[in-house]
């Protein structure tokens, strides 16, 4: 009989595969995700890892479900200090191998698989959606002068700092994350 | 006796193999790449896959280097317009799924791999270089107040196309182009 959800040793073993599978995600990469390697590396039965998570992508799809993705927090104000702040916060977790691992590996794997396709559109809407809604706050009470459409912003206020922590792997300082929010609009 | 790199059955059997990488590649993504396949795609014993690339990874670099990486081509004046046509030009190449797989395989396995890291740091520095000089000389002739260091201008005027690219899985149109120009500096 296959164990309840609720059942200890499958909540073990779980935590156990899922650890291994994320130990084996930062240190290899995806391509290390295999039952057999996270059987091996969880010290538990190839069929138990089988049982829990039938196909690889499930496995890969868990391990970086461990790691939180940078998001923006509930609007404050001043809005431009608030989105300092935030941005401040993604340029540091990006700074992160964890957090490097996870985005590049989903903006990949997305190319070809469609759960993994979902997940990078969900994220990247959900980060337009909160910006959006704090810009427009923004402009409705004259704290700022929009310089281009508020759906361009995510790209424009993210992009500078995902590019330079994925491809330059190099850090955003406050200077540079200053001059993306000034570089969104007149503020006043 | 090992064929010399001139004999046409290593030509042709080269040419097999590294365009059967870059089909798996494109279709399947990088995991996809192993001997055992890239053999079967392309119709070739698996022993001659190994002699060509006796590494996975160099099956991979093999199918990537198919792809040409986006770059800048040599500062032309107006400054201004140079950098709207380069930058248009390489979010046209974004559009391309290819040119997505190769730029995220690499953003992905730089954080494993030695070679593929050299390779996103190659990479980074070109266009970091490029950029610099046509920024500097623009300056020297007066066209452009830099908003910013301009070790900082790849990041601003690269980042955005590329995070709607891969993670945004967007179109960066002119409007934006021009947008991410203009935040560069004040142009005369």
Partial sequence: MAPSPEDPRFLRSRDAIVGAAR??????????ITH???AEQAGIARATVYRHWPRTDQL??????????PFFDAPGTPTRDWLIRELAAIARQLDHHDVRVVTTTLANTALWEQDMDARREGFAELLTARLVEALEE??????VDLRTDPRHAAALAIGPI????????????DAFITTTVENLGRWR
């Fill in 23 to 32: 130990e084996l995600l930062m240190t290899h990469g995806p391509g290390a």
């Fill in 162 to 173: 995902y590019y330079r922590a994925t491809i330059e792997h190099g850090t955003a300082d």
């Fill in 138 to 143: 923004a402009r409705a009470r004259g704290e």
């Fill in 36 to 38: 057999a390697r996270v």
């Fill in 60 to 69: 890969l799809a868990a391990a970086m479900a461990t790691v939180p993705m």
